[in-house]
């Protein structure tokens, strides 16, 4: 079966900490994986793609196909930050999006 | 605002009742998403079209779901007879086709209260 596992509903850490919000999969194939994240009162909105191997806003994740992980790291956290962030993933075969549960990231002072 | 748009904003309804949605895309973006979404989890994917062609379609969309997108331009979801697990936010979600899963822009979504 296709999924997307965040395992934390809720990670709290203060300004300057390092973040790490995890991201397993299941899919057989070569998926590509994204994160979206959702500030408070705004859209969902694409953060990172991996095929782009870019960091947004500071954020980097790293496709690890070894253990089917895709996990979204920042060195040091903002309040900014806080958000909803959903990890993503679209099977070979079609261009829809599978979604994780998502993760609530709380940046505090 | 250029974004993607969506109407209403919320709707409740009585169950049974049947309810309309509408999504505006980004103007010149020829793929239009639908996806679900209910409280505590992430969204689910429900059916998306390239321009005016239904492309896919969840296999969880009950024949109640209905979705069009006559012109290649707007889209409307319809939900008959509905249920009270019906009850969700439904996202909208546009793209320019281009490389596979280009950038997804989303709507604000339409809150549906079923009662």
């Known amino acids: 079966a296709q999924r997307v596992t965040q395992p934390e509903k809720l990670l709290s850490v203060f300004k300057g900490a390092p973040v790490e919000l995890k991201c397993n999969y299941s899919?057989?194939?070569?998926?590509?994986l994204f994160w979206y994240v959702q500030y408070s009162r705004q859209r969902l909105q694409l953060l990172l793609r991996h095929i782009s191997r870019e960091s947004i806003k500071g954020f980097t994740a790293d496709l690890n196909k070894g253990e089917t992980s895709f996990h979204l790291k920042k060195p040091f956290a903002q309040e900014e930050d806080s958000a909803m962030y959903y990890c993503?993933?679209?099977?070979?075969?079609?261009?829809?999006?599978?979604f994780g549960t998502g993760t609530r990231l709380q940046v505090f002072p | 605002d250029t974004g993607v748009s969506q109407d209403p904003r919320h709707k409740i309804t009585k169950r049974g009742q049947n309810v309309t949605f509408r999504c505006d895309p980004i103007s010149e973006h020829n793929r239009l998403y639908w996806y679900r979404q209910t409280l505590g989890q992430g969204p689910e994917f429900l059916t998306y079209?390239?321009?005016?062609?239904?492309?896919?379609k969840s296999r969880l969309l009950s024949d109640r779901f209905s979705a069009e997108r006559p012109k290649g331009s707007f889209s409307t979801l319809e939900i008959q007879r509905t249920e009270q697990g019906d009850s969700a936010m439904y996202l909208c979600?546009?793209?320019?086709?281009?490389?596979?899963?280009?950038?997804?822009?989303f709507g604000s979504g339409t809150q549906l209260s079923v009662l």
């Open positions: 979600a546009s793209s320019l086709q281009g490389r596979r899963n280009e950038k997804l822009f």
């Open positions: 899919y057989s194939g070569s998926p590509e």
């Open positions: 079209f390239q321009n005016e062609a239904q492309l896919e």
């Open positions: 993503a993933l679209s099977p070979t075969e079609t261009d829809k999006l599978i």
